[in-house]
């Protein structure tokens, strides 16, 4: 996949991917982490893999990736790929506090 980086004044750096069928937008964090933004696959080409291999080379360009899913779909997906790591069952006094805000009913994954 090939990628642009766009700053903005106010939330940082953002690396936008593109690939054969497949877009994602990442949000840079100082620490060498990142936050998966979105990842859109066109829609006669999802459940082939094509989400899963993008994401496994996003995680070569960072220590870390985070990822909070806006719908059940997606769920299944972080979770092969990595841990929840905040949301329902999950100890609110864990040391990721500071992810709470990403959290959009349904958790906040570690991939």
Not at 14 to 37: C, K, M, N, P
Not at 59 to 73: F, G, I, M
Not at 74 to 87: D, P, Q
Request: aromatic share 12%.
């Amino acid at each position: 996949m090939n990628y642009t980086t766009h700053e903005d004044e106010y939330e940082g750096t953002f690396r936008i991917y593109t690939g054969s069928h497949v877009r994602a937008v990442v949000q840079e964090f100082d620490d060498g982490s990142a936050y998966l933004e979105r990842i859109d696959v066109d829609e006669d080409h999802q459940n082939q893999g094509i989400g899963t291999s993008a994401i496994q080379e996003i995680l070569e360009d960072y220590e870390c990736l985070y990822a909070a899913p806006d719908n059940s779909r997606v769920v299944s997906l972080y979770a092969r790929l990595g841990e929840k790591i905040v949301g329902d069952g999950i100890d609110t006094a864990a040391p990721k506090e500071c992810l709470y805000y990403l959290d959009q009913g349904f958790g906040v994954f570690i991939l």
